[in-house]
């Protein structure tokens, strides 16, 4: 009986030491894409990030308020949308769902509450398209970088996004959530300040890449 007993709490002990890490590893709230695409010269291409709310509650992703189960995209764009330059939400979730956006190549990790947040600071960090330095790619770099991924991106050109992408393993296209037109917005300041407001048709009237 005796060793019947010490068996039994032993295999217990065992149970409760697996169960625990998995316990403690079970805080993911979202998940955050790193996405590329080329649609065809002159363009250099278009890098853009996802994010997935994976959560039972609303979660703020930059200015923008990500319902559960839902998906944001973020871009920076310059001359080629016509509300301007900076960041836009949701402008390459449309447009997928309109035009072919094959050929697109992507990475994915899960993220934190604590992550999600570091993602969501890093994209209300600065509302600025540059030809260099601070464009969309620069963007896209700087919020994946945020969210501690197994990796971490180099800036550059976004076809050396793209060849970073590969070499850890690409995931191909992303099923993005189909937004509603007045879920497209462009983002007006930056920091705390920060607001939205829903864009021009000429803004989802071209392809991404």
Known sequence: MKKRIVSFLLVLAILCCCAVPAFA????VAKIYLCYRWSGAPSLGHVWIYVENLSGKTQKVGA?????????????????????????YNVESYCAAR???????????????????SVSDAILSQN???????????FAVRVWNAGGGTYTVSFGLPVFVK????????????????????????????????????????TVSKQIG
């Open 25 to 28: 590893a079970d805080n993911t």
């Open 99 to 117: 035009f072919s956006m094959s050929g697109t190549v992507s990475n994915s990790h899960r993220l934190s509450q604590s992550e999600l947040n």
């Open 128 to 138: 600025l398209w540059l030809p260099l330095g601070s464009n969309c790619c620069d």
């Open 64 to 88: 923008y308020s990500l319902p559960p189960h839902q998906g944001v995209s973020l871009g920076n764009f310059g001359l080629t949308r016509s509300d301007g330059n900076g960041i836009y």
């Open 163 to 202: 060849w970073q992408i590969q070499a850890h393993g690409n995931e191909g296209g992303v099923n993005m959530y189909n937004p509603a037109r007045n879920q497209v917005l462009k983002q007006s300041g930056s920091g705390s300040g920060a607001t939205l407001r829903v864009c021009a048709d000429g």
